[in-house]
């Protein structure tokens, strides 16, 4: 039984090649480090260095950014919503002040500033003294 065999090459000293392209793997390198960044547009994300964790953004708009340990991440609301910053949500532009807006009745932005501790009846008390008129 007979095996094949494979034609007889020559064999040279392959150490003078390069292996590896050294451009191509800084490409490869660079790209796996930015595919693996959140996708973000310089003119809406905010500088979060200073900022404490949370939502923020910059006027009426759909775009907002998320701050979290001083990076910042561009999030957008979705399609005729925009971000609002007081109540922390995506909202109709309608219903936020920084568009220009009134919040939503029942929406609690705009009740009173009491300190809920129920003082304040609308009874005053009398002086004891009147006009000794009879109504």
Same mark, same amino acid.
């Given at each position: 039984?007979?095996?094949? #065999? $494979?034609?007889?090459?020559?064999?040279? @000293?392959?150490?003078?090649?390069? /292996?590896?392209?050294? #451009?191509?793997?800084?490409?490869?390198? %660079? #790209?796996? *480090? $930015?595919? %693996? $960044?959140?996708? #973000?547009?310089?003119?809406?994300?905010? @500088? !979060?260095?200073?900022?404490?964790?949370? *939502? *923020?953004?910059?006027?009426?708009?759909?775009? *907002?950014?998320?701050?979290? %340990?001083?990076?910042?991440? +561009? /999030?957008? !609301?979705?399609?005729?919503?925009? &971000?609002?910053?007081?109540?922390?949500? !995506?909202? &109709?532009?309608?219903?936020?002040? %920084?568009?220009?807006?009134?919040?939503?009745?029942?929406?609690? /932005?705009?009740?009173?500033?009491?300190? =809920?501790?129920?003082?304040?009846?609308?009874?005053?008390?009398? +002086?004891?003294? =009147? +006009?000794?008129?009879?109504?």
């Amino acid at each position: 039984h007979t095996h094949p #065999t $494979l034609p007889s090459l020559p064999l040279s @000293d392959c150490s003078s090649l390069p /292996m590896w392209s050294s #451009t191509l793997v800084a490409a490869a390198a %660079a #790209t796996l *480090f $930015l595919a %693996a $960044l959140p996708i #973000t547009e310089a003119s809406s994300s905010l @500088d !979060c260095s200073s900022r404490p964790d949370g *939502f *923020f953004s910059i006027g009426c708009s759909s775009s *907002f950014t998320s701050c979290k %340990a001083g990076r910042s991440n +561009s /999030m957008t !609301c979705p399609d005729d919503l925009v &971000y609002d910053e007081e109540r922390q949500k !995506c909202e &109709y532009p309608g219903n936020v002040k %920084a568009c220009g807006g009134a919040p939503e009745e029942g929406s609690g /932005m705009d009740e009173g500033s009491g300190d =809920g501790s129920g003082e304040g009846s609308g009874v005053e008390d009398g +002086s004891g003294e =009147g +006009s000794g008129e009879i109504e």
